[in-house]
């Protein structure tokens, strides 16, 4: 009945499986008078009919009192009933009978042909199969689950050629390929399963013995099969994945076939054989994708069989699964599969718990986080290991999400139903817990904050700021924010909030005759060894005239070092002499005296003087066009140039209590306007003016004039009012005649300012 070609599938059509539903079958009367064609068709029916529902009832239990008590001998016979009644069928359809009425009886013989072949027990379904032909009945219906195969293999009603019934013969010899590689199926051996049929074993310690000829074949098979293989790969459309797992059931299954293969005479010939078998067969694997649907029905067997784990099954993909049922697959390989699903399945257990507990806390959707006040008793240690558990879930989603997918959980149909945390739209988004958390803490004590921040390792929290307390715990989830980086900050704010505390409260030293410069010994050194060389001078000769000290030669050597030395005092005067830069959030927190209108200044914006904490004047410059959008550009000039090296007034974008925006910076006291005359400059002038003009190119600065110079006291010099930052940016040119600010009317300040010129 069986045809024993391989198949991929493992579920079978059968019809009803109680007498009761056939009972319920009833023809309706025709409305016509009927032919005597149709009335002896009905008649034979009928009796074959209530012949095969004889049997149904009868049961293995009464065929002792039966003529013949055989069970072939009595299937044969209910064979026989059966084909009665199809043909009874064959001939009312023939005689004019309504398809209603042809499907109504055809569904009650076959509702009548189940009823009986379920009543049989395991044994007898096993002997008569094999009686009819099918090989080794004992390896199907492992399971114990449904309808056993061999009820619907056995059944007469159906075509003993229809792909169902082949199916399941192709598993049975699937599974004996299995057992001849030495593997066990459904906890047999080979031994076991011929001592349950009754036979011998093959020879050779469970291969199967075979000729030289039949290794060829063996081999041949496994080509076609591979060539099966490509071809079903290229193919598309509703029947695809059907054909794609039959082609891949095919190829397995000839390569087990020759692997379990004993041929004595073929010698070393034969393991050569198996193994450009199996490089073929891995060959065409390696550049395929082997999607979950496609080895379902292999899985399916082979967790019918025993040969694969529930755990195996579900938690590794189809290159995997595929790798572990094939019986070339080295046992390294294999151990190192299993162990990967069981680690796989811990992974799963712990994303499931992990997602749960998240959304207690964080049920997401727009609702607020449920978090407890971070000052009840016990707050800091769960909104800190909520804080860490949001990260992990992250995670675990994007870890886990790169094998679920392809895994036989995600070909279901249900494929998130146990693990929601893997389902759309359930995925933690940083950004938006870090907002529902920043919503929630902004309620909170900062000093509760603090104790969350320590239980997550901040050792310096006592000196954090609010934000960055809640940017400390944020980047437990998200990694926008770097921990260690934060509690760096954190270090460094203290660090430079005590050195300016440290410098206000130090006592100047009184101004020198050269300006408060005093040399540095290495510049004394160089200095007095250059003017030694440069003079001739011996102890017993005293020189009539006293000459000046002879200027070293350009290009010298010791020319480079003077200017290399007047160099680093140029950039030691300015940088001394300009205003140490602060965070600009602690500025932002700084309250401003009144301030007093300061049109002494010059320049296009109205500015006014103040006084900040700690006396010290500074500049306020109004922006009334532009909403403030000056004073954030000249603020990020002033940044950019001091990171670069180009020395730049501290600037900040500013907000007075009136609302008034614009931008602050430090006045430069004693500073007095740079000279306008290129011959009055000297070497490190020029070289200030030229790196100065890099950094005005880099912000897009062209506003760069005499007036905007300032010298500072101990005689550096600084390019100061960048307001015009980034205002052609893009379109600007590197030119000397690009002058966009040409025809601008500038202000020069005076000479000398009680407070010093400012910007």
Partial sequence: MGTGSKSSHASYAVGPTTTSEADDVVAEAPAQPMSDGEVQAKADLL????????????GPDSWAETPSPDPVEMYDLFVEEVEKAQEAITKLKEAGASDEEIEAHTKALKAHTVAYLNSLDEDDLREIAEAKGF????????????????????????????????????????????????KTVGGMTLTDLHEIEGTEPPLS????????????????AVT????????????????????????????????????????????????????????????????????????????????????????????????????????????????????????????????????????????????????????????????????????????????????????????????YAEHPALGPGKYLHPGEITSDFKAWATKQKLSDL???????????????????????????????????AIKDKVTADVAKKEAAKAAKTAVPAPLKANGGLAPDEEFQAVASKLSKSSTSSTANQVPPVAK????????????????????????????????????????????????????????????????????????????HN????????????????????????????????????????????????????????TQSQVDAIVRSHVGSWLVGEHDGHQDNWLSTPSGGLVQIDRGQAFKHFGADKLSVDYAPAAGRVHSRPPEALPGGPGQ
């Fill in 135 to 182: 090989e080794h009945p004992a390896l199907v219906g492992l399971s114990g689950k449904g309808q056993h195969p061999l009820v619907h293999w056995l059944d007469p009603a159906y075509p003993g050629d229809i792909p169902s019934k082949a199916k399941i013969q192709a598993a049975a010899l699937n599974r004996y390929n299995e057992l001849l590689a030495g």
């Fill in 450 to 484: 603090r104790a969350v921040a320590a239980e997550l390792g901040m050792d310096n929290n006592a000196k954090a700021t609010r934000a960055q307390v809640q940017n400390y715990i944020a980047a437990s989830f998200n990694k926008k924010y770097d921990q260690q």
């Fill in 548 to 623: 000046p000290v002879k200027a070293p030669k350009p290009g010298s050597f010791n020319a480079n070092i003077q200017a290399l030395m007047a160099e680093v005092q140029h950039v030691k005067a300015t940088s001394q002499d300009l205003p140490v830069r602060v965070d600009a959030k602690e500025v932002a927190g700084w309250t401003f005296g009144p301030g007093t209108t300061a049109s002494n200044l010059g320049g296009t914006y109205a500015k006014t003087v103040h006084a900040a904490p700690d006396g010290s004047q500074w500049m306020f410059k109004a922006d």
């Fill in 47 to 58: 009796m074959a009919m209530d012949n095969v529902e004889a049997f149904s009832n009868l």
């Fill in 205 to 220: 310690g469970g291969a199967w013995k075979v000729t030289p000829d039949e290794v060829a074949a063996s081999a041949q």
């Fill in 626 to 681: 532009h909403g403030g959008a000056l004073g954030h550009t000249e603020a990020a000039a002033s940044h950019v140039l001091s990171l670069g090296g180009v020395p730049a007034v501290p600037v900040y974008h500013h907000k007075k209590a009136d609302g008034t925006a614009g931008s602050i910076q430090p006045l430069l006291k004693d500073a007095k306007p740079f000279t306008s005359s290129p011959s009055q400059w």
């Fill in 224 to 415: 076609a099969s591979v060539d099966a293989w490509n071809e079903a790969k290229k193919t598309y459309g509703p029947q695809s994945q059907e054909q794609r797992a039959e082609a891949l059931h095919t190829m397995l299954a000839a390569e087990q076939k020759l692997a379990s293969a004993d041929c004595p005479e073929l010698g070393e010939d034969l393991a050569k054989a198996k193994a450009e078998a199996k490089s073929a067969v891995d060959e065409a694997l390696s550049h395929a994708y082997v999607p979950a649907k496609a080895v379902q029905p292999l899985v399916q067997e082979a967790l019918a069989s025993g040969q694969l784990s529930e755990t195996e099954a579900m938690h590794l993909g189809g290159h995997q699964l595929v790798a572990l049922m094939r019986p070339t697959t080295p046992e390294s390989e294999v151990d190192t599969l299993k162990a990967l699903a069981l680690k796989r399945q811990e992974q799963l257990a712990n994303l499931d718990a992990g997602y749960a507990a998240h959304i207690a806390m964080a049920p997401g959707g727009g609702q607020p986080l449920n978090l407890p006040p971070a000052g009840d008793p016990g707050a800091p240690q769960a909104i800190a290991a909520w804080a860490k558990n949001a990260g992990d879930v992250r995670d675990m989603q994007t870890s886990t999400n790169g094998w679920y997918a392809y895994t036989q959980q995600a070909a279901g149909d249900t494929p």
